[in-house]
């Protein structure tokens, strides 16, 4: 399995609270993703990184920051946690972004807003 | 909006059947990429298919490509109960920066 750990695995937490989950790998890949996955969407991307301080938005990035300060650590901030963000939150990781890459997934952080 | 759509969004097989997925998409694609989610875990690559290609196997595994119609399928052939999990395709999304899943194909395969 390729290197990527997601902490903390599950949360819950109290609407209006920041929350910071967290990405890290250690594969040395220049890109990491964050996707949610809720029941009947399928995976959205949220951001994205493709470097140290590179990032970029995705298709759902309204109320979540990103912060990419180290290669191997990629944070994902709800800066007021709603319900609506109740969701699994997947990370990936690639290589590169050339045509046929494979990312590589993390097992997960199951999140409840209450 | 998300690139790719599965179809069916749930099928149901005996094992030794074949199970057929299709995934459509929107835009054109340098690669389309098939997933694996087994419950409760993360995304496992299965195949890779490149634009240039109508056609690949790996396994029991059989992916086919149509650019024409923007359409993959992905069939698994004599299939276990152990194949029994979400399967997504993927795309790389139109600024080729990162990929885009579809909704995926729930397949449970029982004995």
């Known amino acids: 399995d390729a290197g990527i750990t997601q902490s903390p695995r599950h949360k819950v937490t109290e609407t209006g609270t920041p929350v910071t989950l967290r990405c890290h790998q250690t594969?040395?890949?220049?890109?990491m993703y964050w996707y949610r996955q809720d029941p009947g969407h399928g995976l959205r991307l949220i951001h994205y990184s493709y470097g140290v301080k590179d990032t970029d938005k995705g298709e759902v990035s309204d109320g979540y920051s990103v912060s990419r300060s180290k290669t191997e650590d990629f944070l994902l901030t709800l800066e007021s946690a709603t319900s609506s963000q109740t969701s699994v939150y997947f990370c990936?990781?690639?290589?590169?972004?050339?045509?046929?890459?494979?990312?590589?997934f993390g097992q997960g952080t199951r999140l409840t807003v209450v | 909006s998300q690139q790719g759509e599965e179809d069916p969004q749930a099928l149901s097989i005996q094992e030794g059947e074949n199970a057929t997925m299709n995934c459509s998409y929107k835009t054109s694609i340098n690669n389309l990429q098939w997933y694996r989610q087994n419950s409760g875990r993360g995304l496992v690559h299965l195949i890779l298919i490149r634009s240039n290609e109508r056609e690949k196997h790996s396994g029991r595994l059989r992916v086919t490509l149509d650019t024409s119609k923007k359409s993959s399928s992905l069939l698994i052939t004599a299939s276990r109960a152990a194949d029994t999990a979400s399967y997504f395709c993927?795309?790389?999304?139109?600024?080729?920066?990162?990929?885009?899943f579809g909704k995926g194909t729930t397949l449970s395969v029982s004995s």
């Open positions: 594969e040395n890949h220049r890109y």
């Open positions: 990936a990781i690639s290589e590169s972004n050339r045509a046929g890459t494979e990312a590589f």
């Open positions: 993927a795309t790389d999304g139109q600024a080729g920066t990162a990929l885009i």
